[in-house]
């Protein structure tokens, strides 16, 4: 059995020349430089549920906005932010 963590597979990624976001809930977001990942996007959503609840297209649509534009912006590798919307159970 492999045991491959995201970091890994990030770094892996951007060794190509391909920047690389990942999205984590808060309750992990100290693993992000812990790991050493090169950009991610912290969400306020539940354990599981990083884009949002299911059939909320708007909010999976604002995280993967977020998550394009910290792929455009960020300018030093380790770059962490916070979408400070909380997580809603039903979508609008």
Not at 58 to 87: H, I, W
């Amino acid at each position: 059995m492999c045991h491959v963590s995201v970091g890994h597979v990030a770094r892996a990624i951007e060794g190509s020349d391909v920047p690389t976001v990942t999205i984590m809930t808060k309750a992990f977001s100290h693993r992000a430089t812990e790991m050493m990942l090169p950009r991610t996007l912290v969400v306020r959503h539940l354990l599981g549920r990083p884009m949002g609840a299911a059939h909320d297209v708007e909010r999976q649509a604002r995280v993967l906005d977020a998550a394009l534009a910290l792929a455009e912006s960020a300018t030093t590798v380790g770059t962490v932010v916070e979408l400070p919307d909380p997580y809603r159970p039903t979508p609008r």
